[in-house]
């Protein structure tokens, strides 16, 4: 017999309708939430009080009977209580004060409305969200007598009114919490967008770090070659002037791919990359100093990020070999082990001073290699000169 009651109370069709109106519901609340986001403020605050106003003084006049000729006094009252919600934003202290000093008017010298309690209710909270930390402190204070006056005249245990105090005051601190939790979710917003623009701006230092320096430091070199022998050996004077200006000409067509790319007006495949190698090594033997790349046939396709900064890292390194090494030739290494893409860049020049210390160059140097959990050694090398190794993670 239990199991026919079993099988009777048991409806196939019941708990597919149960979850049919349980999403029905929750679409129609996402719904009804997104159309509420693109609501003003305001008008969501003046239309919580025009409906708390029409509430109370609906509940009045189903009391006229009682309150008689008060009854204009009761509505001016509401009215004053309902419409201080439509300040819960603006000034929340203020309306919360206000509020509660026409709550405690009705109550002692009218009638306690049966829906006033939540409009100031709404206003505590209001009060604990929007005022600020300081000013939101007023709001334990200022519920206390807006308590005391609405019990005042009713016939209620003495306790009751404890309890709704305590009702009151975890109304404020739910709204006080909330404040806190969005100042510190600011914070953090705040924050990262300080990041952000702090990456931004040192990524785009060393792009142009990288191709200005280089190129202003292979022209001046070129120049001041050109200077030297110019009376002596004109037409090696007239081949280095030239050598300047298509370095400069090479560099203003990077310069616009450079700036292209931060704009994200062009694509990535516009930046130079290992395959540029030899190119950039004309560049520096026009300069002075002869090198030789390397290549290994494992090192293969690299992502775009991992071959630009590989090629930036390879032309700083030349750079400062040309500039401070002062070297007549180089080496340039470029090998795979793994996930590990290996750089060396090697000089014949005439190596570190004792105790150097790392300039702009060689911290951009690490600043990249760090962008893919890389490592950068950089030191006297074997056989005298200057040496750079770096280890990119490709993968």
């Known amino acids: 017999m239990a199991d026919d009651a079993a099988r009777t109370a048991w409806r196939p069709g019941a708990p597919v309708r149960a979850a049919a109106l349980q999403e029905l519901l929750t679409r129609a609340g996402a719904r009804i939430s997104a159309r509420l986001g693109t609501v003003p403020a ?25 309150l008689g000729p008060m009854l204009p006094v009761a509505i ?53 969200l929007y005022a600020t930390r300081g000013r939101a402190l007023w709001g334990p204070v ?27 005051l975890l109304a404020w601190a739910a709204g006080f919490s909330g404040a806190r939790r969005r100042e510190r979710q600011e914070a953090a917003r705040s924050l990262l967008r300080f990041t952000a623009v702090a990456e931004e ?9 990288d191709l200005i320096g280089h190129t202003v430091n292979v022209m001046l070199v070129q120049a001041g070659a050109g200077r030297v022998v110019l009376d002596s050996d004109p037409g090696k004077a007239r081949e280095l002037l030239l050598s300047v200006e298509q370095t400069g000409r090479d560099a203003l067509d990077e310069l616009d791919r450079v700036l292209g790319a931060l704009r994200q007006d062009t694509g990535p495949d516009q930046q130079p990359g290992l395959a540029e190698l030899a190119r950039l ?6 300069a002075g100093m002869a090198v030789t790349v390397l290549v290994e046939p494992s090192v293969g ?25 002062r070297a ?14 290996r750089l060396e860049v090697a000089d014949a020049g005439r190596g570190p001073l004792p105790g150097y210390r790392p300039g702009r160059g060689l911290l951009g140097i690490a600043e990249r290699a760090a962008l893919f959990a890389g490592t950068v050694e950089h030191g006297r090398g074997d056989g005298g000169g200057f040496r750079v190794r770096a ?4 993968s």
């Open 328 to 341: 007549a030739r180089a080496t340039v290494s470029v090998s795979r082990n793994g996930p590990d893409l």
């Open 281 to 286: 090594a004309q560049r520096m033997a026009a």
């Open 142 to 168: 200022l519920v206390l007598p807006g308590v005391l006056a609405y019990f005042a005249r009713l016939d209620s245990s003495p306790t009751l009114p404890v309890g709704v105090l305590f009702a009151w």
């Open 301 to 325: 396709e690299l992502p775009r990020s991992v071959d630009l900064s590989a090629y930036r890292i390879v032309q700083e390194a030349l750079t400062n070999a040309l500039r401070h090494g």
């Open 42 to 66: 305001r008008t969501l605050d003046v239309a919580l009080a025009a409906g708390m106003l029409a509430g109370m003084v609906a509940d009045q006049l189903g009391m006229a009977a009682e």
């Open 391 to 394: 280890a990119l993670k490709v």
């Open 201 to 209: 701006r040192a990524r785009i230092a060393r792009e142009l770090h």
């Open 76 to 128: 001016v009252y509401a009215a004053v209580i309902a419409g201080s919600l439509a300040l819960r934003r603006r000034a929340p202290v203020t309306a919360y004060a206000i509020g509660t000093a026409a709550l405690a008017g009705e109550a002692l010298w009218v009638m306690s409305d049966g829906l006033a309690p939540y409009a100031n209710i709404i206003g505590l909270y209001s009060v604990g």
